[in-house]
């Protein structure tokens, strides 16, 4: 399914306990309270004051997506160190249905977003146009990212809701 990695790119260009969700014991716990400036359907997944990955804004248009048109995503941000690799795990849900629960390369990942390890410290600006298939089944998605480098330092953990309609 095309729709996994469109919706990755627009939560990664946009935290949770000290445990990352994909090590053993590790339980990734959403929150909306955190909203991801701009607009967008993302929100972290708890405080990202700590997080290596400082979100400045990230843009969507149009916003929500909308199947069989193009997403232009607009991001931008600052890494406060520099990330030579890392792990991210993705899991995509529809409605109470789990599509996609795995675990990925974070420098495979971050080459979908036209980006390359390693990620240097300092300001990140993305644009990124995704042709959205009109083949996406309507219903409620939600996407969760959560990102660690391989010291399990947290880079970012992100959430996206998004209703696709007829």
């Known amino acids: 399914m095309r729709l996994a990695p469109v919706l990755l790119s627009a939560v990664w260009a946009t935290s949770v306990a000290a445990t990352p969700s994909w090590m053993p014991g590790g339980q990734v716990k959403m929150s909306e309270d955190y909203k991801v400036p701009g607009d967008n359907p993302l929100d972290f997944c708890a405080d990202p004051s ?8 990230v843009d ?15 991001a931008t941000g600052n890494f406060k160190e520099k990330v030579e690799s890392g792990k991210m795990h993705l899991q995509v849900k529809y409605g109470l249905i789990t599509l996609i629960n795995q675990d990925a390369d974070l ?12 990620l240097e410290k300092g300001e990140m600006t993305l644009t990124k146009d995704v042709d ?3 083949q996406i089944p309507p219903g409620k998605y939600t996407v969760l990212a959560d990102v660690y480098n391989d010291d399990g330092d947290k880079i970012t953990c992100l959430t996206a809701h998004v209703e696709f309609h007829r």
């Open 50 to 57: 700590d997080d290596i990955l400082e979100i400045e804004k």
């Open 60 to 74: 969507l248009s149009p916003n929500p997506p909308e199947a069989g048109k193009t997403l232009t995503i607009k």
């Open 107 to 118: 420098c495979d990942t971050v080459a979908k977003a036209d980006l390359k390890c390693p």
């Open 132 to 134: 959205l298939p009109s």
